[in-house]
């Protein structure tokens, strides 16, 4: 009997993977549950209708015994009295899968916010993270939830302007970059063996422990913008120059304090039993550069 899994918020750059990845699996029965139909969306995937702000919208997306894959997020310009798809959203969710009988949860959460509240951040967008985490594990259903490191898709979709790589802050400590893909064939293979009475947390890292300086230069000596052939720079500014800008404007102030949890956050390696359950990862920072190169020039 195939698995049916309903994926939410599965549409951006760290939710593609995971659905592209999931739909290749014969045993499972894929479906994305979005506002919109992605243009990418391989036919062999069901789409549904879906609004995290209406409960009858979720409910009519869940089946009985189902599993969950939640991508959610906070978008960098709401604030805090907001609607907000990992506190509202989420107990909407979790209300329709518990009436329903959906069979486990699995959820992307951050490693960086998880270190953030031990050290007493008062950043509410950690703070909302952490208890999306606790409702998941207070809700009674079956679950797993990864604690990701840094993305390597974070520098295309938020570092790299026009050609030009902003970094901010001195950010001495190395992270373990980790590539959607490679993450997307993990989460594939914790639902491949979840069950209903699995109770699971992974830290998702990579291969490659690199400061964040050394990974954007790695990434701009290995990208070029298209057939352009222009080559990428990387800029250092100061990081008050973006809590400054924070005053006006809560996407800086959104990219200021994740940086500055960046700043202060020192990695250490906890990956053995997610590689040794769920696979290792292989794609490192260069490979991801070409990748993108050759994605754009075709």
């Not at 209406?54 to 894959?69: E, K, N, Q, R």
Request: glycine residues 6%; positive net charge.
């Amino acid at each position: 009997m195939k698995k049916n899994i309903l994926v939410i918020g599965g549409t951006g750059m760290l939710g593609k993977p995971v659905v592209l990845q999931l739909a290749q699996n014969p045993q499972f029965s894929v479906t994305l549950g979005s506002r919109k139909r992605p243009d990418w969306l391989p036919e062999e995937v069901k789409w549904i209708h879906l609004e995290l702000a209406s409960p009858d919208s979720i409910a009519a997306a869940l089946l009985p015994g189902a599993y969950l894959y939640l991508n959610l997020s906070v978008d960098p310009s709401s604030r805090l009295t907001d609607f907000q798809p990992e506190r509202e959203g989420l107990n909407n969710i979790l209300a329709a899968a518990k009436k329903i009988g959906v069979s486990h949860i699995c959820y992307l959460s951050s490693l960086i916010q998880r270190q953030l509240r031990k050290d007493g951040s008062a950043w509410w967008v950690a703070s909302l993270k952490e208890q999306a985490v606790a409702a998941i594990k207070n809700s009674g259903l079956g679950y797993t939830i990864f604690y990701g490191s840094t993305f390597m898709e974070t520098i295309p979709f938020r570092f790299l302007k026009k050609d030009t790589i902003t970094l901010a802050g001195r950010l001495p400590f190395p992270t373990y970059w980790i590539a959607a893909e490679d993450y997307a064939r993990q989460v594939e293979a914790a639902i491949r063996m979840s069950t209903p009475t699995t109770h699971k947390t992974y830290t998702v890292q990579g291969p490659q422990k690199l400061r964040v300086d050394e990974a954007l230069q790695i990434f701009a000596k290995n990208y070029s913008k298209g057939l352009s052939g222009k080559s990428i720079k990387v800029k250092r500014v100061p990081l008050q120059l973006l809590a400054l800008l924070g005053l006006v404007s809560r996407k800086m102030r959104y990219m200021y304090e994740l940086l500055h949890a960046l700043d202060r956050f020192e990695e250490q390696p906890d990956h053995q039993a997610t590689w040794q359950d769920l696979g290792e990862p292989s794609i490192t920072i260069d490979v991801f550069a070409k990748s993108l190169k050759i994605a754009f020039q075709a």
